[in-house]
């Protein structure tokens, strides 16, 4: 085998062809990695913009094995290892080309396709320079093709849209030079160890050697070994002084954090966590020689590290103003405020300032995160807020001045007051951040009413409630009718309130509660111990006009609880973050789907109205197009920017696989509502039950309450669907159910050991809307299920039946068909589970 390191241009430059191997699976880099992949091309674009100078950074390895050649024909190369890699760059370059493409620069398209991309000079599959494995290869064709169907649902279709999301997204993305930086980058300074296989080599047995390797030494570990080596003396005290004390502490996992802080707190806040070892060898090689300096520097790790434990677990602080807004921020249950948090706590210790300052300092940082997660500002960029705060920060005044004056700073988005009330009473919050957050922000505005005997929320189950019903009888609806403006539905007007701030409260009583008319609601909460919920229940009934109230009450006391930026108001011409919500909605829509301006309203916290505006003057705005009208057509106000030559959207949908009746209308099954929109952009739009552990028994109560409601509701499908869960039994699944008062089902298949359990299910069943919906949003996460092609198997399987029509774009979200469709063709689907247990019991044999 030789090695050699190399950039990813003279990698792929020549007529060659890199092929991915049977055996190898199929494209898997998720958003996690490919936003780390852009960080650091991000941070390397930067630098070569700014001067300095720009070491290339190491991507990883990419092991190949000699292919066939064909006379006149191109070099074949096995991609024994590092197709992961291989495919997203080539991603990327696509996604650069058709970014080219939209602005203008014919030349930069026919480089980077002929550069990258393709061999010019060969037809059919020698065409393309990277050929994945059969299940990836028509979505990654569709892509350097430049179809129409390209970015479909696969995971290389997610990737190509994220990858065409940050090119258009970037502030400097009309910037001529910074999209040439781009290329430069993604060509030259991205450094792959090129490891090519000897002819005789056995290439199975090196794919398998490199993915049966043992477990590595982190970074911390590798920290530990250096400094002891470089103490020959004194190590071996100093070890059991300093090092295994704090070891012992913080363990393995937070060592490692803290010892990347430790580099992050002293001013490295460029210092990625993949590199500490090398970051802080670099630190501490001038000292090596230096018993005592070496020494001093393990007693002030020591002591930084008894800090951050007083951080992590804010009992161990002493001062009680201090250790109050250290337990929020611990409830709040996130880790980017660590930096500036433990400069505060350094700043406490060395007398440099009080508690009481630092804990002010740090209300400012509670309420900068609580602040933009109700305005649902992006997170992009906010770690490396913290990271450049202890460097940053002013030392001629106060701490709390120093940290508000910095989180003020204009590009750090700080919301003020007054966008914060248009956020409260606007923005769906329920889809704001994780569901701990939404209960703790919700815990606060409670607190806030300083009752003279407050809930033990520590012992309290509580849960967020929506007192407008998610799935409201009729009777909502025709409360919601006499607040309607001019064509607009009272179901429109349910999606814009239904999810807003105004509209939810905590309790323990969801099932009681769920979709009750309002007077039963009342009966209810009068009953509450929280202030909250007795100020909803005095009211005379719930619709717009109560909701929007309550929204505003609730902005007073958030004002309070979080006090805003200094100024606090919005700069003239500073573009509202919606639209950049939007235009992210738009990339992250695979091909074949559409939506409505009402979702895209719902989403963003706006009305259908501004959002035809914005899009009918930006009509550029990739996506534009699947933006539809409630009834699924075209809006009759759409046009392309002048001069385009791009098909009439109707033709662009359609030469997707869009389909529309004769009409105009497009298939309601390919529309994304705002729900489904909201999962593409990673939000937290669900509450899935609890599958934690095996039950004893099912809940005989549940059981009845679920078939009750389908018989009341859907008789003709009652027998049917009864019949596939006693089917599902059979074939060693269990049966759970939801805890609302529509009693969902939800059919359990445990496919792992008594050890380790791995918990699945393929549908969920709502006995009163009548919908089944078909998870594939959590089967990706669950093998063999994390497989697309499985996936899109079921979906095929599924589609067999009539009546079931799933669209293939939802393949990573929850489709639904209706549960009449029992009715006829229970055996149908009996088969179709069937096959599931089947294919993850083949699955659980393969891992044993």
């Known amino acids: 085998m030789r090695a050699q390191e190399i950039t990813f241009l003279k990698l792929v430059q020549g007529d060659k062809q890199f092929q991915v191997p049977l055996y190898q699976r199929t494209y898997s880099w998720g958003t996690e990695q490919l936003k780390r992949l852009w960080e650091d091309v991000s941070e390397l674009v930067d630098q070569h913009l700014s001067g300095e100078s720009t070491t290339p950074h190491f991507l990883g390895s990419v092991v190949l094995a000699p292919g066939q050649i064909q006379a006149g024909g ?5 991609v024994v290892d590092g197709q992961q890699r291989l495919t997203t760059l080539m991603l990327a370059f696509t996604a650069l080309r058709d970014h080219h493409k939209e602005t203008g620069d014919v030349r930069g398209v026919d480089r980077v396709h002929r550069q ?40 290389i279709g997610a990737a190509y849209r994220f990858f065409r999301g940050a090119l258009a997204e970037s502030p400097e993305a009309g910037d001529e030079r910074w999209i040439a930086t781009v290329e430069t980058v993604l060509k030259d300074l991205l450094s792959i160890v090129e490891i090519t296989a000897e002819s005789g080599d056995n290439v199975y047995r090196i794919f398998e050697s490199i993915n049966n390797t043992g477990v590595g030494l982190s970074q911390s570990d590798l920290l530990r070994n250096y400094v002891f080596m470089l103490l020959p003396k004194r190590g071996e005290r ?40 090398r970051e802080q060898q670099k630190r501490l090689q001038p000292l090596a020689g230096d018993e005592d300096a070496l020494q001093l520097e393990v007693m002030r790790l020591a002591e930084r590290g008894r800090r951050f434990l007083r951080i992590i677990e804010p009992g161990r602080e002493p001062s009680p103003s201090l250790r109050a807004v250290l337990e929020r921020l611990a409830a709040w249950g996130s880790q980017t405020h660590y930096p500036l948090a433990l400069h505060l706590l350094d700043l406490v210790d060395t007398g440099s300032t009080t508690s009481d300052d630092a804990a002010e300092a740090l209300l400012y940082v509670e309420s900068y995160l609580v602040r933009r997660l109700i305005c649902q500002t992006p997170t992009t960029g906010l770690n490396r807020i913290f990271m450049e705060a202890p460097k940053e920060l002013e030392t001629d005044r106060t701490a709390a001045e120093a940290v508000r004056r910095f989180l003020s700073g204009r590009r750090r988005r700080w919301p003020g007051d007054e966008e914060l009330r248009e956020a409260i009473r606007n923005k769906p ?98 009953s509450s111990a929280l202030r909250m919920n007795l100020e909803i229940a005095s009211a005379q009934h719930w ?13 007073e006391r958030a004002v309070e609880l979080w006090p805003g930026p200094i100024g606090g108001v919005k700069p003239v011409g500073e573009e509202w973050p919606g639209w950049a919500e939007l235009r992210a909605a738009l990339v992250a829509m695979p091909s074949g789907t559409w939506t409505t301006y009402g979702d895209v309203a719902e989403l963003i916290g706006s009305h259908p109205v501004p959002v035809g505006a914005y899009l009918g003057s930006n009509s550029s705005v990739i996506g534009a197009y699947r933006v539809l009208t409630a009834e699924g057509k075209i809006s009759p106000a759409f046009r392309w920017p002048e001069g385009s030559d791009k098909q009439p959207p109707q033709e662009l949908l359609t030469s ?36 934690d552990l095996l039950p004893d028994g099912e809940d005989a109560a549940a059981a009845e309450r679920f ?23 059979r074939q060693g699944g269990y049966i ?69 029509e799933l669209p293939e774009s939802k393949l990573e979200l929850r489709p639904s068909f209706p549960v009449r469709v029992f009715a006829e063709h229970a055996e149908g689907i009996c088969e179709v589970l069937d096959w599931f247990v089947h294919a993850a019991a083949l699955d659980l044999a393969g891992r044993a």
Request: with cysteine; net charge negative; glycine share 6%.
């Open 543 to 555: 619709g717009k006009a109560e909701i929007l109230a309550r929204a505003d009450r609730l902005t």
């Open 656 to 691: 997707e696989g869009v389909r529309f009746d004769p009409s105009g209308r497009a298939n309601s099954s390919q529309r994304l509502t705002a729900t489904e929109l909201a999962t593409l952009l990673g939000k937290d739009v669900t509450q899935p039950v609890s599958h």
């Open 707 to 729: 078939r009750a409601q389908l018989q009341e509701h859907w008789p003709e499908a009652s027998a049917g669907v009864m019949a596939a869960l006693d089917f599902w039994r």
């Open 74 to 78: 191109v070099q074949r190369w096995l």
């Open 429 to 526: 919050f329920y889809w704001s951040g994780r569901p701990p957050q939404r209960s703790y922000i919700l815990r606060r505005l409670e607190e806030s009413y300083r009752p003279t005997e407050p809930v033990d929320f520590a012992k309290a189950s509580l849960s967020v409630e929506h007192v407008l019903p998610q799935r409201p009888a009729p009777a909502w609806f025709d409360l919601l009718a006499d607040e309607t403006e001019p064509n607009q539905t009272p179901q429109e007007l349910h999606d814009l309130l239904v999810h807003t701030l105004g509209n939810l409260t905590l309790t323990g009583d969801n099932s009681k509660l769920s979709n009750h008319p309002f007077e039963r609601k009342q009966q209810i909460l009068e």
């Open 736 to 804: 759970t159910y939801g805890r609302h008062e529509e009693t969902s089902c939800f059919p359990m298949l445990d496919a792992g050991t008594s050890r380790q359990p791995h918990l699945m299910w393929p549908v969920a069943i709502y006995p009163v809307s009548g919908t089944v919906e078909v998870v594939f949003q959590y089967l990706k996460d669950r093998t063999p299920f994390d497989d697309t092609e499985q996936r899109r198997e079921l979906l095929q399987r599924l589609n067999k039946i009539d009546g079931i």
């Open 116 to 155: 990258i991309l393709v061999n010019e000079f060969h037809e059919g599959l020698d065409h393309y320079r990277l050929l994945p494995t059969q299940a990836d290869r028509e979505a990654y064709t569709a892509c350097v093709q430049s179809r129409a169907d390209a970015g479909g649902s696969d995971n």
């Open 238 to 277: 100093v070890y059991q002084e300093l090092w295994l004390p704090m070891q012992q502490s913080l363990g393995p996992k937070n060592l490692e954090l803290l010892v990347w802080l430790d580099l992050v707190v002293r001013g490295h806040y460029k210092a990625k966590q993949s590199e500490i070892y």
